[in-house]
């Protein structure tokens, strides 16, 4: 560990692209919280725009370093290995976090063993609305669908990291799915924080590339020695739906 049990080392990493049109939330939410012992990385995969300016202007405490990568995963692991914190966050640069909550998180790992990964709610936000989200119920079970858990809201102790292993680089949307499973069939356990953690904006990798990440999950669910049959149906299952919101939404279109 890098810090006291008392007062962990928060690192918060996020990758950015060509992000100048809301990064400034980004780091404006993480350098307004209360609690003091943060560390903010910016994996910067090239940017051609303002976004290495604006981080510069609004954070220059803020660890930096930009040049060509190979994925989402390759940057989240880039940034896991530069920073030196006791718990580690992924906040995307589209995403901000919620007032204060960095302190809440430091209290949930006070004194303990650093042998859980937290999570809590999240809000989503897109053009006309904004609404709260909670974890999925029975996530053991969920997990045969989807990540029962909202990535933003997540923070990680790197001790889990060194045990489990970083993202594998085999997935460019899925990685966080792949990542979590591995850590659930490793028996840790996921806390939950009844609280906001993030603000989510809609219109990401993920939700762009629905049947490629439910392709992406698939396979993370089998490599891992779930069951395939029921893996396979639930596959089937959110590509029907997937289906049917894209004939809904052409014919409200029309």
């Known amino acids: 560990m890098n810090s006291q049990n008392d007062k962990p080392l928060i690192s918060i990493i996020t990758p950015t692209l060509n992000s100048e049109k809301f990064i400034q939330d980004n780091i404006t939410s993480i ?20 976004t290495l300016s604006i981080v510069a202007d609004l954070d220059p405490n803020a660890v930096v370093v930009s040049e060509p990568d190979k994925g989402i995963s390759d940057a989240f692991n880039k940034g896991i290995r530069m920073s030196s914190g006791d718990i580690i966050a992924i906040l995307n640069s589209d995403d901000y976090y919620a007032h204060d909550v960095l302190h809440d998180v430091a209290e949930v790992y006070k004194s303990s063993d ?45 001790k889990i990291y060194e045990d489990v292993g970083l993202f594998d680089l085999t997935y460019k949307i899925a990685m966080d799915y792949d990542f979590l499973l591995r850590a659930e069939l490793k028996g840790y356990q996921f806390k939950y924080l009844p609280r906001i953690i993030a603000h989510f904006r809609l219109g990401g990798t993920a939700n762009s590339n629905a049947v490629k990440c439910h392709k992406e ?18 596959f089937s299952l959110k590509l029907a739906i997937n289906y049917s919101k894209r004939l809904l939404m052409g014919f409200i279109e029309k």
């Open 217 to 234: 999950v698939l396979h993370s669910q089998v490599s891992h020695g779930l069951n395939p049959y029921i893996c396979k149906l639930t």
């Open 114 to 158: 650093f042998n859980f990964i937290l999570h809590g709610d999240i809000r989503f936000l897109n053009d006309w609305k904004s609404y709260r989200k909670k974890p999925r119920p029975l996530p053991d079970l969920f997990f045969y669908i989807d990540l029962p858990y909202y990535h933003p809201t997540v923070f990680v102790p790197r």
């Open 31 to 50: 350098l307004n919280q209360s609690y003091p012992d943060i560390e903010h990385i910016i994996v910067d995969g090239g940017s051609k725009d303002k």
